[in-house]
C-alpha cells in the first residue's frame, strides 16, 4: 500500500459527458501528480501541484483540469469526455516540488471506460 | 517524439539468472532517473533512482547504471526471482521538475521457476 487513495476505481460513464477524480496524497506530502496511462501513448504526465498551487503542466487536453484542496487532496476534472479518453488515469504524491527526495509514490489508478 | 524508449517489450529470464532492462533517453536536461515497477491492477512503485553525477547506483539485488554519454541506463536484477516478473518502466525528468516524470513505454520482465 502506497499511502495514495484514489476513488472510485472504476468508472463507466457515457461521451460527452464530466468526471471527477479524487486523490488523497500520502500523509505529509505537498506535491500531487496527475497521468494518464492509455494503450497506445503509455503513462502520461498531465499535471502537478505543489501545496495547493499549480507547478508543472504535461499534456493535458483544455477540457481536463486539476486543482488541489487546503487539505491537498486533488481533483481530476474531465468534461466533455470522448472515446478516446478510455484510460488509468493515476495520482502520485511526494514529500516535496523539487529536489533529489523526489521518488513519487503512485495510488492503485482509476480505470475510466467511456462509451 | 518518444523522449524515454525502452525499446524491448519483454524479456524472459530463468530463476538465479540476470535481468538487464535497457532504456535510451534523448533529452539532455535529464537529470535524475528511476525505475518503477507495475503489477497488473495496481500503480507503479518506485524501485531505485540514479541522479546524473553517478553512474551506478545499488539496492540490494537491483543495481542501476548510468551511460551520460551514450543516453543510455540500464537495470540489473541479480539473481533474478519470479516475484521480481511484473512491466518495469524507467522514467526521467529535468532538473527544474523532478516530479515530471517521462515514462518508458515499460518491458514486461517474466522469471520462470
Known amino acids: 500500500d502506497s499511502g495514495v487513495t484514489q476513488t472510485p476505481k472504476h468508472l463507466i460513464t457515457a461521451t460527452g459527458q464530466r468526471v471527477t477524480l479524487r486523490c488523497s496524497p500520502r500523509s505529509g506530502d505537498l506535491s500531487v501528480y496527475w497521468y494518464q496511462q492509455s494503450l497506445d501513448q503509455g503513462l502520461q504526465f498531465l499535471i502537478q501541484y505543489y501545496n495547493g498551487e499549480e507547478r508543472a503542466k504535461g499534456n493535458i487536453l483544455e477540457r481536463f483540469s486539476a486543482q488541489q484542496f487546503p487539505d491537498l487532496h486533488s481533483e481530476l476534472n474531465l468534461s466533455s469526455l470522448e472515446l478516446g479518453d478510455s484510460a488509468l488515469y493515476f495520482c502520485?504524491?511526494?514529500?516535496?516540488?523539487?529536489?533529489?527526495?523526489?521518488?513519487?509514490?503512485f495510488g492503485q489508478g482509476t480505470r475510466l471506460t467511456v462509451v | 517524439d518518444q523522449q524515454v524508449k525502452q525499446n524491448s517489450p519483454s524479456l524472459s529470464v530463468q530463476e538465479g539468472r540476470i535481468s538487464i532492462l535497457n532504456c535510451d533517453y534523448t533529452n539532455s536536461m535529464f537529470d535524475y532517473f528511476l525505475w518503477y515497477k507495475k503489477y497488473p491492477a495496481e500503480g507503479p512503485t518506485f524501485l531505485i533512482s540514479?541522479?546524473?553525477?553517478?553512474d551506478k547506483n545499488e539496492d540490494g539485488r537491483f543495481t542501476v547504471f548510468l551511460n551520460k554519454s551514450a543516453k543510455h541506463l540500464s537495470l540489473h536484477i541479480v539473481p533474478s526471482q519470479p516475484g521480481d516478473s511484473a512491466v518495469y518502466f524507467c522514467?526521467?525528468?529535468?532538473?527544474?521538475?523532478?516530479?515530471?516524470?517521462?515514462f518508458g513505454q515499460g518491458t514486461i520482465l517474466t522469471v520462470h521457476p
Open positions: 502520485a504524491s511526494s514529500v516535496a516540488g523539487q529536489g533529489m527526495d523526489t521518488e513519487a509514490f
Open positions: 540514479i541522479s546524473s553525477i553517478k
Open positions: 522514467a526521467a525528468s529535468p532538473r527544474t521538475s523532478y516530479g515530471k516524470l517521462t
